[in-house]
């Protein structure tokens, strides 16, 4: 059974920083990507940032700049630090996964991120 489960959301100020992590209960070489997803109230689900098995990083456009996704092999865990943050960028944050074989799609439990202005 696959679990991702995130840590470290939290209220923090405008302008400050919050790091997101996401833990694996698999290797992270299994899965062909992973992304973090972010859902406000009242609007869809958003790709936030990603890492391909490969290593291809990519962004929202709001984010660049102040947001970098890394990923740490050994611990099975992928980050997102947040820098600059702004009052937009609250949202439940998720973790998830496609696991290559067998193909699937996985989601953490979701962390709040709230920004105050």
């Known amino acids: 059974q696959v679990q991702l489960v995130e840590s470290g959301g939290g209220l923090v100020q405008t302008g400050g920083s919050l790091r997101l992590s996401c833990v694996a209960s698999l290797s992270t070489g299994l899965f062909n990507f992973f992304g973090w997803y972010r859902q406000a109230p009242g609007k869809q689900r958003e790709l936030v940032a990603r890492?391909?098995?490969?290593?291809?990083?990519n962004y929202v456009d709001s984010v660049k700049g102040r947001f970098s996704i890394s990923r740490d092999n050994v611990k099975n865990t992928v980050y997102l630090q947040m820098n600059h943050l702004k009052p937009e960028d609250t949202a439940v944050y998720y973790c998830?996964?496609?696991?290559?074989?067998?193909?699937?799609?996985?989601w953490g439990q979701g962390t709040q991120v709230t920004v105050s202005s």
């Open positions: 998830g996964a496609q696991r290559r074989l067998p193909k699937g799609d996985y």
């Open positions: 890492i391909t098995f490969g290593g291809s990083i």
